[in-house]
């Protein structure tokens, strides 16, 4: 004797969910990999304004380094750092929108199941909120 078959519907959600979920994960790791380049670029900075202003300094381009002046790299790495942080808060909050979503597909899911094996009444106007 086999294990019943999930419905169609039930097996739609749950694919759903788990996209969500790898979604999650997505805009995770981005954010962790941002915070690390942001440390980074932080770190450099910190070296940069030990410089005296006439030493020379150099940046990396690709494998070679590039000789140029320390307020230029001081501009440079200052921006990409407001960069970074911009890029962060936006990631913050599709993190913190998808954590929402996944609450209510776990939500739906879960009544889903409570309810037996009828799907709920189709929504069609909910689903799709630009008509």
Same mark, same amino acid.
């Given at each position: 004797?086999?294990?019943?078959?999930?419905?169609?519907?039930?097996? !739609?959600?749950?694919?759903?969910?788990?996209?969500? /979920? /790898?979604?999650?994960?997505?805009?995770?790791?981005?954010?962790?990999?941002?915070?690390? =380049?942001?440390?980074?670029?932080? +770190?450099?900075? &910190?070296?940069?304004? @030990? $410089?005296?202003?006439?030493?020379? $300094?150099? @940046? /990396?381009?690709?494998?070679?380094?590039? +000789?140029?002046?320390?307020?230029?790299? $001081?501009? =440079?790495? =200052? !921006?990409? $750092? =407001?960069?970074? @942080?911009?890029?962060?808060?936006?990631? &913050? +909050?599709?993190?913190?929108?998808? +954590?929402?979503?996944? @609450?209510? /597909? !776990?939500?739906?899911?879960?009544?889903?199941?409570?309810?037996?094996?009828?799907?709920?009444?189709?929504?069609?106007? &909910?689903?799709?909120?630009?008509?």
């Amino acid at each position: 004797m086999s294990a019943p078959q999930m419905p169609p519907w039930l097996q !739609e959600q749950i694919g759903k969910l788990q996209q969500s /979920q /790898q979604n999650l994960q997505s805009i995770m790791t981005q954010r962790q990999h941002l915070e690390m =380049e942001k440390a980074e670029t932080e +770190k450099a900075l &910190e070296e940069l304004n @030990k $410089v005296a202003d006439g030493d020379s $300094v150099f @940046k /990396q381009a690709g494998t070679v380094l590039i +000789k140029s002046d320390k307020k230029t790299l $001081v501009d =440079e790495l =200052e !921006e990409k $750092v =407001e960069l970074a @942080k911009t890029r962060s808060t936006v990631l &913050e +909050k599709q993190e913190v929108r998808v +954590k929402e979503t996944l @609450k209510e /597909q !776990e939500a739906k899911i879960t009544e889903m199941m409570k309810s037996g094996a009828t799907p709920p009444p189709a929504k069609a106007e &909910e689903d799709n909120p630009r008509k």
